[in-house]
């Protein structure tokens, strides 16, 4: 079946740095990926949609000049969490509609900004 | 995208069927009703869809009612490793459409 390889699967930075996740496609090709973010103990919540060749569609409430997406194959999709504070530290998760029935999702990147 | 009532937790017995509903009141005709479950600290995995029809894969059973405003998750031999979130997400079936997630059911399976 199709999966998306996520990476890092966590990560620590320290505040105020950059941080990006990349998410591969390994045997399909992924037009489309949506960006989840996950508080402990809550819901995902949609961040964005990114769009290979375009610009990313982000969720209301989310700034788009700190959460920089960027799909520029259709294979890889990034997500850079610029200016790190505290309060992003949270789990990230892409998805795609990959193939055939379902969506498919990484395995998710635990960030912690200190 | 239709929205999504589900209790937020359940117990079940290891070997048991665990039988999860989720309601479903404002769906629309070419919505589809999808479940998907998140085990602790990874991505969400799929489990089954439907439209109208029950379905069955070697996951799960999922049965809709002949209105459409409810479903139900059958996981029919509960294995302690079935304990996750499990999430019931209605939406259009094309590959643009996004998942919205609502709080979804947190099952434990107990030996």
């Known amino acids: 079946g199709a999966v998306v390889s996520q990476h890092p699967s966590r990560v620590i930075c320290k505040s105020g740095t950059s941080v990006k996740i990349e998410c591969r496609s390994l045997d399909f090709q992924a037009t489309t990926m949506f960006w989840y973010r996950q508080f402990p103990k809550q819901s995902l919540m949609l961040m964005a949609t990114?769009?290979?060749?375009?610009?990313?569609?982000?969720e209301q409430g989310v700034e788009k000049d700190k959460f920089l997406i960027n799909h520029a194959s259709l294979t890889l999709s990034t997500l850079t969490v610029t200016s790190a504070h505290p309060e992003d530290s949270s789990f990230y998760i892409c998805s795609s509609p990959g193939q055939g029935s379902g969506y498919t999702f990484g395995s998710g990147t635990r960030l912690t900004v200190v | 995208d239709a929205k999504t009532t589900q209790p937020p937790s359940m117990d079940c017995a290891e070997g048991r069927a665990a039988n999860l509903p989720c309601n479903h009141s404002t769906i629309s005709g070419n919505e589809y009703v999808y479940w998907y479950r998140q085990i602790h600290s990874q991505g969400p995995q799929y489990i089954i869809h439907g439209l109208k029809n029950n379905e069955t894969n070697e996951m799960a059973s999922l049965i809709i009612t002949e209105d459409r405003k409810s479903s139900t998750l059958i996981l029919p031999h509960a294995t302690l490793r079935d304990t996750a979130v499990y999430y019931c997400i209605v939406r259009g079936n094309t590959n643009a459409g996004k998942s919205t997630f609502g709080d979804g059911t947190t099952l434990t399976v107990k030996p």
């Open positions: 990114s769009n290979e060749g375009s610009k990313a569609t982000y």
